[in-house]
Nanobody, 128 residues
Framework: QVQLVESGGGSVQAGGSLRLSCTASGELPGRKFMAWFRQTPGREREGVAAIERAPSGTYYTNYADSVKGRFTISQDSAKNTVYLHTDIAKLEDTAVYYC??????????????????WGQGTQVTVSS
């Protein structure tokens, strides 16, 4: 049974730093594809960033246009943890952030359908 637990949410001022962590317990079958999604009331869950560790050890990342250049996704495979970080939080980053994992390559790296394991979510509120 794979469980994903997010941490690091809370309140942050616009322009400030935000760092989320997601730790996976249990063994993911196959290769690991991890991602962060976010959702605001009345809107669909959207992909923020995704990361894949190739068999060679190289990491490949994908970012939504709305966060490209501001957010960084990274992974510590030894700790089974994936991170999401920004030093330039914006008001529009306010959302519930979800960690997700897939054991097979998602057709769309930032598509909800490709991920079978989900965390409970952590609220991030960016204020002015």
């Amino acid at each position: 049974q794979v469980q994903l637990v997010e941490s690091g949410g809370g309140s942050v001022q616009a322009g400030g730093s935000l760092r989320l962590s997601c730790t996976a317990s249990g063994e993911l079958p196959g290769r690991k594809f991890m991602a962060w999604f976010r959702q605001t009331p009345g809107r669909e869950r959207e992909g923020v960033a995704a990361i894949e560790r190739a068999p060679s050890g190289t990491y490949y990342t994908n970012y939504a246009d709305s966060v490209k250049g501001r957010f960084t996704i990274s992974q510590d495979s030894a700790k089974n943890t994936v991170y999401l970080h920004t030093d330039i939080a914006k008001l529009e980053d306010t959302a519930v952030y979800y960690c997700a994992a897939a054991s097979r390559p998602p057709i769309l790296a930032l598509g909800v359908q490709g991920y079978e394991y989900w965390g409970q979510g952590t609220q991030v509120t960016v204020s002015s």
